[in-house]
């Protein structure tokens, strides 16, 4: 089973920017999806930006659309989410997770069959 872990996190004030990374190991990484979840305390987890195995193909929830990217680096077994222009509503543990599938971005959190212990981003104001 793949094992993921996720660094990057830390304190951020609005409107600064922040890159989450995530390291797999275990060969198949590369013909998986990957994304990028958040919770907040007592919140239920959501979807935040999901890519295809190939980088080819993302989506993203309305709320981070064109500030957060994700990305990957297949050679480095690794995902990462982009995110700029910060704002107090972005305060969350981000987890990654490796998809079922590869083809397309997975939106759903039960398309996700393995997670990362998260990381932090919380606001320094």
């Known amino acids: 089973q793949v094992q993921l872990v996720e660094s990057g996190g830390g304190l951020v004030q609005a409107g600064e920017s922040l890159r989450l990374s995530c390291a797999a190991s275990?060969?198949?990484?590369?013909?998986?999806?990957a994304g990028w979840f958040r919770q907040a305390p007592g919140k239920e987890r959501e979807f935040v930006a999901g890519i295809n195995w190939s980088g080819t193909s993302t989506d993203y929830a309305a709320t981070v659309k064109g500030r957060f990217t994700i990305s990957r680096d297949n050679d480095k077994s690794t995902v990462y989410l982009q995110m700029n222009s910060l704002t107090p509503e972005d305060r969350d543990v981000y987890y990654c997770?490796?998809?079922?599938?590869?083809?397309?971005?997975?939106?759903?959190?039960?398309?996700?069959?393995?997670w990362g212990q998260g990381t932090e981003v919380t606001d320094s104001s």
């Open positions: 275990g060969e198949s990484f590369s013909t998986y999806g």
């Open positions: 997770a490796e998809a079922l599938m590869g083809l397309r971005p997975e939106v759903q959190e039960n398309g996700y069959a393995s």
